[in-house]
């Protein structure tokens, strides 16, 4: 039972004692989830690498996945782990630890990689063997994709303006791999039908 006290435009309600208790037993349950999602985020020890970010910089982003599946699929798609090292500013051997889960990426060479990762996944379309044979084309003043990825910070601008100084480059390259691919396969005359359906290889063309 409450008991209700006005006072011109004040209302002030007396809520027993067992009332009273549930409400600041509600209200610390949330100042102890909000404390520990501070936490999580603020503490690498913890073990947990996302979401170190806010649902907003997620959209802003376009970040979704975390920093262990980024090295995964630049791994899968062909970057060597030098170069993935180098992008996150760290030693080879730590990516071998993350990739085999005996280490836990740091929150913020997560966001170093995650500043700039849509934008190369969506200009290679995940080839990153593409990207890694123009990591060190070199543009007028000397930069390189390789050169902007060694940076303290990496600058996503410049990343997107090094792109397009290299965009003839990437599609001349593509169009080169797609003219390779549908070049038809020379046949060998004299097989039985199960071996001349194999790939063949053409010795002049490699």
Do not use: C
């Amino acid at each position: 039972m409450k008991n209700v006290n006005t006072n011109h435009s004040l209302i002030i309600i007396n809520y027993p004692p067992v009332v009273r208790g549930l409400v600041l037993a509600v209200g610390v349950a949330s100042a102890s989830t909000a404390y520990a999602e501070r936490q999580r985020i603020a503490a690498p020890e913890t073990g947990l690498t996302t979401p170190w970010y806010k649902p907003a910089e997620v959209a802003a982003s376009g970040h979704h996945i975390s920093l262990l599946d980024m090295v995964t699929e630049l791994k899968k798609g062909g970057f060597p782990v030098a170069s993935i090292a180098q992008f996150a500013g760290v030693e080879r051997k730590t990516v071998y630890s993350w990739l085999d889960g005996s280490a836990t990426p740091h929150p913020d060479r997560e966001e170093r990689v995650a500043a700039v990762f849509p934008v190369l996944k969506e200009r290679f379309d995940g080839d990153f063997v593409l990207m890694y044979r123009v990591l060190r084309a070199k543009d007028r003043d000397g930069n390189s994709l390789e050169s902007l990825f060694q940076a303290p910070k990496i600058d996503v601008e410049a990343v997107k303006r090094q792109l397009a100084v290299l965009d003839t480059s990437i599609n001349t390259i593509k169009a080169a791999e797609a003219r390779k691919k549908a070049k038809p396969v020379k046949e060998m005359a004299g097989r039985n039908a199960a071996i001349d359906e194999s790939p063949v290889a053409v010795f002049e063309d490699i």
